[in-house]
């Protein structure tokens, strides 16, 4: 743990001294030093400016992410135990698994209006497909000496699925769902910018076209917050759920 | 009590039907109640394939085996199999790998803690209940298997080269741990396994198998077996000799 608190700050330390250096050489309005976008940062955040964009971006991206896991995994996870279901639905998935979705919003946005709705609904598209398609690999993957063991003893199928089929994909769909964060984040903020009034992405573009450059970098810290936040909620889930994996 | 009947069987090629050759060939063996048995062969002669064909999972493609005089056409309560590798799972402690054949038949809590304590006692895992199968050593691993299996009070245990991990030792202790298990719980075995000195140790009746495909080449019978002191007398040496003459004899 102590360990962990030294790298991290190491790496964050080596990061701010960076980007301060880049900051001097550069001396342009548009990349001010840590401390002043720090400074504007902890201004904003105290003043409260930020903290109904922050929740609204948070919002969006969690219950993203649940509506993709709780979709996503049992799909995935019967597709990869059940060859006839596979063999129907496979070609689906691979048809549109490699689409771009983010082509969709303007149709989602004509659809569900401004709100959360198309947002919600854009990134839940996106993990969707790869929580699916890493849960199926996954269960696909049972060693066949692991299902002897537990048909020996006479389970239903739902058994199998609650004691062997789960706990073996669940770390793999995790490391899948740590993965997929950087896309959906980076879609999160795409969709803020696209005819939106709030959440991080609208705060970043506004402060940007108003040149407030203070504020855009406090917007842009809090992002980067939000996605060590899901990290970190990540990261509790696996070691809540998967303790055997860490040792 | 176990009356298998011209077991012959044909691997089916899911993706195209077809039919592989013979892996077993018209075996055909029976066993009284708390006969210890032990089948030996080589490596690839169908095994493994057996004892899931006797765990009722797997069908032969001729034949029939009868356990109880009733015909095995799925897993069975009175029939419990430790597999090769322990199969035992990595995300549960000893203790909950222990309990599953109990848990998934619905047995009341408290009932399962009774009997898994008891069992898991008698194997000294009892200072490792917390432990997954990851921190224990090969000997404890495969103890928690017979733990799993017993805890559901079979009257048959198929066992597929359980010991065959382990250093000479410790294999050692567990086939005199598997001989005391034996005598105090009314026990009928099936044990598959590749090592002369084991088949001679543990089986009262040896099924020895010919090389692909298994065919039952000689059924011997072994009954001054079945005491830990057997491994040290000359009878032991003899037959230990006299069934590695048998298998090379195949093998040439
Ligand atoms: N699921 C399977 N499909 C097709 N062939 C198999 C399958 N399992 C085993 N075999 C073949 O059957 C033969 C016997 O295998 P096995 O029963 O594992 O032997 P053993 O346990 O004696 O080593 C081998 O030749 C093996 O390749
Ligand atoms: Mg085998």
Partial sequence: ?247 | MIEINDVTLRYKNIKNNNLSPNVLEDISFSLKPRERCVVIGPSGCGKSSLLYILAGLLSPTKGSVYINQKKVTGPRDEVALILQDHGLFPWKTVYDNAELGLLLKKVDKETRQRKVLELLKRLDLIDHIDKYPTQLSGGQRQRVAIARALAQRPQILLMDEPFSALDALTRERLQDTLLELWLDKELTYILVTHSIEEAVFLGEKIIVLSPQPGKVIKIFDNSTSGSRLYRKTQDFYANCNYLRDLLEGEVK
């Fill in chain 1, 1 to 247: 743990m102590m360990k962990k608190l030294v790298s991290y700050s190491l790496a964050i330390a080596s990061l701010i001294i960076c980007w301060h250096l880049a900051s001097i050489l550069l001396a342009k309005p548009f990349l001010p030093t840590p401390f002043a976008a720090f400074t504007g940062f902890f201004g904003l955040l105290l003043g409260g400016q930020l903290t109904n964009h922050f929740l609204i971006s948070l919002y969006r991206i969690l219950v993203s992410l649940l509506l993709a896991f709780l979709l996503g995994v049992p799909l995935g996870l019967v597709l990869g135990r059940n060859q006839a279901l596979d063999k129907f639905v496979a070609p689906i998935i691979y048809v549109l698994y490699p689409l771009p979705k983010v082509v969709f919003l303007p149709i989602l946005v004509v659809l569900m209006g401004l709100g959360n709705l198309p947002k919600i609904a854009l990134i839940t598209l996106i993990v969707f497909f790869q929580v699916v398609v890493k849960a199926r690999d996954a269960a696909k993957a049972i060693p066949f000496q692991s299902l002897q063991a537990i048909r020996s003893l006479n389970p239903t199928t739902w058994q199998i699925y609650y004691h062997l089929i789960w706990p073996f994909c669940l770390p793999k769909i995790l490391t899948s769902l740590r993965i997929t964060l950087g896309t959906a984040i980076a879609v999160l903020f795409f969709a803020e910018t696209f005819a939106s009034s709030d959440g991080l992405g609208y705060f970043i573009l506004d402060a940007m076209e108003r040149r407030e450059y203070s504020e855009m970098y406090a917007g842009i810290i809090t992002m980067a917050g939000l996605g060590l936040i899901i990290y970190g909620v990540i990261d509790f889930i696996e070691h809540r759920f998967c303790k055997w994996q860490r040792i």
